[in-house]
């Protein structure tokens, strides 16, 4: 059974923290890695995507892999009370063309 | 053009009703798909068209018909539906082979 397995939280951290987000994924192929942000009653917005091994900043978001570990993480820094949401890690199976399967979600809290 | 734009937003129907779900996206994406999402859970992949042909069915139930008449648009067909598929249904579409996706806002469903 392919599984994306993500804490389900809630991650609480103060504003102004990193908040450090991890998932794990259990089909050693897997070439695409993504995470989204979805807010309550809203639809998954991508906010990051990481396809080699090592750290990839935009911004505030750093999303980190490593394959050999088969995990990927998400650091937020300087978290703001907005960036509560949950935070989904979403894989794309090596022998599944374009499926792409999400994990449970983390729900982050994020308090001024 | 980045959006994917799904209509209606909200949806109450019948167990006996027919109704249909719309998307359509001007990004020139050439994968579209379909997600249901019930609260507190991940996005569950229902279909996925590539080049407006169906590539992958997760075993939907055929109560479900879904239809893409050009690239650009994508229809999901409702017809005698359980209370259980009350959800949020979610259309995506997608650039490439290992691209993330980009959802439309969604349509809430709830089936009476």
């Known amino acids: 059974q392919k599984e994306v397995e993500q804490n389900s939280g809630p991650l609480s951290v103060p504003e102004g923290a990193i908040a450090s987000l991890n998932c794990t994924y259990s089909?050693?192929?897997?070439?695409?890695f993504f995470w989204y942000r979805q807010y309550s009653g809203k639809s998954p917005e991508l906010i990051m995507f990481?396809?080699?091994?090592g750290d990839k900043e935009d911004g505030r978001f750093t999303a980190q892999l490593n394959k050999a570990s088969q995990y990927v993480s998400l650091l937020i820094r300087d978290s703001q009370p907005s960036d509560s949401a949950t935070y989904l890690c979403?894989?794309?199976?090596?022998?599944?063309?374009?499926?792409?399967?999400f994990g449970t979600g983390t729900r982050l809290l994020v308090s001024p | 053009d980045t959006e994917v734009t799904q209509t209606p937003k909200h949806l109450v129907m019948g167990m006996t009703n027919k109704k249909s779900l719309k998307c359509e996206q001007h990004?020139?994406?050439?994968?579209m798909y379909w997600y249901k999402q019930k609260a507190k859970k991940p996005p569950e992949l229902m279909f996925v068209?590539?080049?407006?042909?169906?590539?992958i069915n997760e075993s939907v139930p055929s109560r479900f018909s879904p239809e893409c008449p050009n690239s650009s648009l994508l229809n999901l067909h409702l017809h005698a539906l359980q209370p259980e598929d009350s959800a949020l249904y979610l259309c995506?579409?997608?650039?490439?082979?290992?691209?993330?996706?980009?959802f439309g806002s969604g349509t809430q469903l709830s089936v009476l």
């Open positions: 990481i396809y080699s091994n």
């Open positions: 089909d050693r192929g897997s070439q695409s």
């Open positions: 990004m020139g994406h050439r994968a």
């Open positions: 995506a579409s997608s650039g490439g082979l290992n691209g993330g996706l980009f």
């Open positions: 979403a894989v794309i199976w090596a022998t599944g063309f374009q499926k792409l399967v």
């Open positions: 068209y590539s080049y407006e042909k169906l590539s």
